[in-house]
């Protein structure tokens, strides 16, 4: 089975036939143990994925908690980002709560194929536009779908998930 279908055991898939409710809330950062995304209206289809676990096992690099992405595919499965803090924003230090790499973070929709994805890497970046034009730190990170890559003490274990 291709490892993007193998989700972490906190993830659960409804989907429904008629849009009813809507779960996500782009001004709300996920730092709090749980996140949801729904399925883009224009795709004919309707649902919602939500995810919940440890606070420190999920994070969100979408401008709600204040980071702002550059060098990021909208097409991508795996892939190198950089990312700033938006200054003054308080959010962006949860990333980093329990260590940020395996951590599972929310990305914005214009960033890769999946609503979510592993940090699979990161690293500071001593220098970028971003950060001499803001002053923010600036840090690379190596995103990937491979949830059940994720140190096992981070939270639930992976499992395959069908919908």
Request: glycine share 8%; hydrophobic share 35%; aromatic share 8%.
């Amino acid at each position: 089975m291709p490892s993007y279908l193998r989700l972490p055991t906190f993830l659960v898939l409804a989907f429904a036939g008629q849009r009813a409710l809507s779960l996500n809330d782009w001004s709300v950062p996920c730092t709090q143990g749980e996140c949801s995304w729904d399925i883009p209206a224009s795709s004919g289809s309707s649902g919602s994925l939500q995810m919940w676990g440890p606070s420190t096992a999920i994070s969100d690099i979408t401008p709600a908690a204040g980071w702002h992405i550059t060098n990021c595919d909208p097409d991508a499965m795996e892939q190198d980002i950089q990312i700033s803090c938006q200054t003054g924003a308080p959010d962006c230090n949860h990333l980093f709560d329990g260590g940020a790499e395996d951590t599972i973070v929310r990305l914005p929709d214009n960033c890769g194929k999946m609503p979510f994805a592993r940090v699979a890497k990161y690293s500071i970046l001593t220098q970028t536009l971003a950060s001499r034009q803001t002053g923010a730190q600036a840090y690379a990170l190596t995103l990937d779908m491979n949830f059940e890559d994720a140190e096992p003490s981070r939270g639930p274990s992976i499992f395959p998930s069908r919908a």
